[in-house]
């Protein structure tokens, strides 16, 4: 029996990944047809089938992110028993693995005297291209008007990455961009478009080079080296061969375009594939993904299938259409059943309060759990957050913020160690003033109530009454910590110091628990100050934890969110210093012989305090899941957040849904993306051809949204913005339309 692939295309939640690995499922249990393909014996009643062939070629499963990966793992052992090797991957993931994998192979080929290459994070990449083109950005190369200086660089960076995942040379990008007309020309200087495209272009390229002169490899780079070296190569295309036979691809229109190449390859070469496409899907679009290009899979398939009732009840069998109909064609008159009801106020903060408020009286009736509930936004930002949060946890109701990245300097914890850190090694003065002191004892002096039997006060005070209350005591609460360092500190921009508690004339004011901790912080302190000098500490990270196990963990289990900010800040420095010694490797190597070419410690510290300094969001830390699968509270998330993360929720409120952002892809829209898309007619990029892929976004969105509820929606109305502005976006008349609550 010879197997033919197969395309799976359906709505949201209509079973497609279910059928994946049913149709797997199938050809695992047939007879052994599919390891025929291996051209190996296969014996379903053999005791060596129950285990993996280690010679045997593994199966590629490509999924859309790594959250889908994991769940898409999962499923397919539990269906083929771990029978079969199977390598799963998101498309990113597999490029960065096979470039690290052949990247002798690479060498030979661009003639590369580099190391073994390291991958670079995207605030590193930030960090680091900003110093290359420092020259370049002081003359005003990369100015463009209403964007800053960070903003022009991402952008820059983020071109060579949309180019590399379309499968576009580097070399073109200035051309694609004036063909695409993306920035005004300045009235008194007709060239000014060329002439920024073309140094963007210069700079991308001169990027590259620097890169892989030294072995750092961005996700575009990683991109481009896959399908323009690799992919090529005939040694490599022989190892793709023997290695994978078979392929399952989910979410197929979350791919970038040269995801198609390597599966295009795939089957050229004698694979067997499986791959689903979701219609109401793209939700990468505007990013790298490319859906309508990876669409054409679906002729290289002789078995294809169209999916289209969903599976599990939802609001999109009876709404999905008319809800479209309705904000496409506002004229157009409708009816909403009870299932649609909305919120309306006058200003934001009251939407916010009415918001939380039906949440908490629905899970108090008994009406919904909170796990069955989301809150949705187009633009979540850090006031809704932070209000309905602490809306919903003062009544005992927990708040889970899907993917909430935010900077990681927005984190006492992580401030009171970045001045620790000042405080240790010489010449970081000027990153340390009274206030971080002040903020760094409260905290290091902060712990889990009753975690260890240190002595305290018999009376406490009324802050210290309210943090035993929520489960954490401090030893020096903010005004004993403003006192000590008024008197305790001494500032400096070589060396600061922490003053023994005998300078504080009054230390007798402070009490006995506050005493204690402060001379306990100064003993740790001065005893990591001398092995420094002694040079018996690593590096900073080994210093940083330290601090971590000696002050912040002590034993206990931390809450979820500072052990996240931790993970993320050990994380972020282990590649900050990763990519230093790498840096400094090469300075060395081509240095004179005899010539000392290293720079101080602080010198590293000080970079790196500036770059969590400037607001940087780094990347997730890993597990970037929380350990509690099934945890009981209310999904908190942005349209994007919440589309890629496939979840289904019983209730679901749509925050904001008088905003304009429902039409606009805000963030999830890079600078030019529309012109690295393989359908790009290559004329310019037109108004008119932006509203019409505005409204087919909003179109998706709108089923996918219905598709992922099966209850009830709530639209949280508010007449006025943030910023005082009325509020009239696409989703009005749905608005209008809806049942008021009562």
Not at 437 to 461: C, F, I, N, Q, Y
Request: proline share 6%.
């Amino acid at each position: 029996m010879v197997f033919d692939s197969i395309w799976i295309s359906g709505t949201t939640r209509s079973g497609k990944t279910n059928r994946l690995v049913t149709q797997f499922s199938t050809w695992v249990q047939k007879g052994g047809e599919l390891a025929g393909l291996y051209g190996k014996p296969y014996r379903p009643n053999s005791r060596s089938s129950r285990t993996p062939n280690r010679s045997m070629p593994t199966i590629l499963v490509l999924a859309a992110n790594d959250d889908n990966r994991r769940d898409l793992t999962d499923r397919l052992a539990g269906a083929i028993q771990g029978r079969y090797p199977v390598v799963a991957k998101t498309p990113l993931g597999f490029f960065q693995d096979e470039v690290m994998l052949f990247w002798p192979l690479l060498v030979r080929r661009l003639h590369l005297a580099a190391p073994f290459p390291l991958r670079l994070r995207p605030e590193t990449e930030q960090e680091l291209a900003t110093r290359l083109w420092r020259p370049e950005l002081d003359m005003g190369s990369l100015q463009m008007r209403g964007v800053s200086e960070y903003r022009a660089i991402r952008r820059t960076l983020d071109l060579l990455q949309l180019a590399a995942a379309s499968g576009t040379p580097t070399e073109d990008i200035p051309s694609i961009l004036e063909q695409g007309s993306l920035v005004q020309e300045d009235s008194n200087n007709g060239n000014y478009s060329s002439k920024l495209y073309t140094q963007m272009g210069e700079l991308l390229l001169n990027w590259r080079s620097w890169c892989l002169e030294r072995g750092l490899l961005s996700y575009g780079i990683i991109c481009e080296l896959y399908w323009r070296e690799l992919l090529a190569d005939l040694t490599y295309q022989q190892h793709l061969q023997q290695r994978y036979q078979a392929v399952l691809a989910d979410d197929v229109d979350e791919y970038p375009a040269i995801a198609r190449y390597l599966l295009d390859l795939l089957l050229d070469l004698g694979a067997v594939g499986a791959f689903t496409y979701n219609i109401d899907g793209a939700v990468r679009l505007g990013l790298n993904a490319d859906p309508k290009y990876l669409q054409g899979l679906k002729a290289r398939c002789r078995g294809v299938e169209s999916l289209t009732q969903p599976r599990n009840s939802c609001l999109a069998d009876a709404l999905g259409e008319q809800v479209v109909e309705l904000v496409s064609e506002p004229s157009f008159f409708t009816t909403l059943p009870t299932s649609v009801q909305s919120l309306q106020t006058t200003s934001r903060a009251q939407l916010l309060r009415q918001t939380g408020e039906v949440i908490i009286q629905a899970v108090r009736d008994g009406e919904v759990q909170p796990q069955d509930i989301a809150v949705i936004a187009p633009g979540l930002d850090a006031i809704a957050r932070y209000s309905l949060t602490e809306i919903l946890t003062n009544k005992g109701i927990p708040v889970e913020s899907l993917n909430d990245q935010r900077p990681l300097i927005g984190s006492p914890t992580i401030r009171a160690l970045l001045t620790m850190l000042a405080l240790v090694y010489p010449g970081l003065g000027r990153f340390v003033d009274r206030d971080a002191v002040a903020e760094m004892l409260v905290v290091l002096s902060t712990k889990l109530e009753g975690r260890d039997g240190r002595g305290g006060e018999s009376v406490p005070t009324l802050e210290q009454e309210k943090e035993v209350e929520s489960g954490f005591k401090t030893d020096i609460d903010p005004v004993r910590a403003g006192l000590l360092t008024d008197y305790c500190y001494f500032p400096s921009p070589e060396q600061p110091e922490l003053l023994p508690v005998t300078a504080f004339p009054r230390w007798d004011r402070l009490g006995h628990r506050a005493t204690i901790a402060y001379q306990r912080i100064l003993e740790w302190v001065e005893e990591q100050r001398k092995q420094q000098e002694g040079r018996m500490i690593p590096n900073p990270m080994a210093l940083l934890d330290r601090a971590i196990q000696y002050f912040l963990w002590n034993g206990t289990n931390l809450p979820y969110e500072q052990l996240a900010a931790l993970r993320e800040l050990m994380e972020t420095a282990q590649h900050f210093w990763e990519v230093d010694a790498r840096l400094r490797q090469y300075e060395r190597s081509l240095a004179e012989p005899g010539k000392d070419t290293d720079s101080p410690p602080h010198t590293t510290i000080a970079q790196f305090i500036i770059l969590l300094r400037k607001g940087t969001i780094t990347a997730n830390p890993f597990p970037v899941r929380h350990l509690e699968p099934t945890r009981r509270a209310v999904t908190l998330a942005n349209i994007f957040q919440y589309r890629a993360s496939r979840r289904f929720h019983k209730w679901q409120f749509w925050l904001d849904a008088g905003s304009p952002l429902w039409l606009s892809g805000g963030a999830a829209t890079l600078f030019g993306a529309t012109l690295f898309l393989k359908n790009w007619s290559g004329d310019p990029w037109t108004a008119e051809e932006s509203q019409n892929a505005d409204e087919e976004r909003l179109q998706r969105i709108l089923r996918d949204l219905l598709g992922r509820v099966s209850d009830r929606v709530y639209l949280c109305y508010s007449e006025l913005a943030v910023d005082g502005q009325d509020q009239v976006g696409p989703l009005l008349p749905f608005v209008n339309a809806a049942v008021p609550v009562r």
